[in-house]
């Protein structure tokens, strides 16, 4: 047991605070602590116990009693989403006119969906009857804080997965360039002569030499003239006559009327 003001003095020396944390005991009790601290670190507690704190809902799926076998699998996916989230479902199976006189093929549907869906849900509620209704409900096996973190964890693998753009590039470069050879340098290999082939055909005979020919004389150089370049005279062109044509009236304008003939003198009589 401490005195107030020597607990007081011993929080001041210490730069800390003097924190009551049991106000009711006999004698209260203190602590010395960093109340911000403190502080902060109960509201991080709170938030995650609020953020794994999950209230499991309850989904509802409905079946009709003559169900097609794709919709029956389609509707099966739903279920297992539902059940893999951590949440109950509610099956129902709605009978129509004289379905209603067959209940027992409801209840062999709702057996079926349940031993289907055995590895995530367990019937907790066992079929029953509600009017022209038949209900089951189907509870998680494990709980929805559970599937939470599995789900967080999931994708947090997959984001660790993916690659940002830039990285892709430059693994690609840096695979670009090490795929390509490197120049060595060309090593001269020393020339080894061939030997010669032996000689298996005989020589053939020289040609016998020919009588000599004589020279042509050449001709003096006073004898040949160079040959003169007269001017081209040129030849009068004579201009072809102009043929006249006819002219055609422009379009639109009127054309003059002909003449008419006079009438003789002798016709009148």
Known sequence: ???????????????????????????????????????????????????????????????????????????????????????????????????QSRPEMGVRLLQRLAEDVADLGFVESMPKQDGRNMTMVLGPVKKKADAKVEQRKRSSEINAQRKTKSEAKAEARAQAGSAQPTAEPATTEPEVEAPEAPATEAAAPAPAPSAPVEPAPAKPASAEKPAEAKPATPKPATPKPATPKAATPKPGTPRPAAPRPKPSPRAGR
């Open 1 to 99: 047991m401490v005195a107030t003001g020597v607990a007081l003095k011993l929080a001041q020396d210490a730069d800390l605070d003097l924190v009551e944390v049991a106000p009711d005991a006999r004698p209260p009790v203190a602590k010395l602590m960093d109340y911000g601290k403190f502080k902060y670190e109960s509201d991080m507690k709170a938030r995650e116990a609020r953020r794994n704190q999950a209230n499991t809902v309850l989904k509802e799926i409905r079946f009709r009693l003559k169900i097609d076998p794709h919709d029956y699998g389609t509707k099966k996916g739903h279920v297992v989403r539902f059940l893999e989230a951590g949440d109950k479902v509610k099956v129902m199976i709605m009978f129509r006119g004289r379905e």
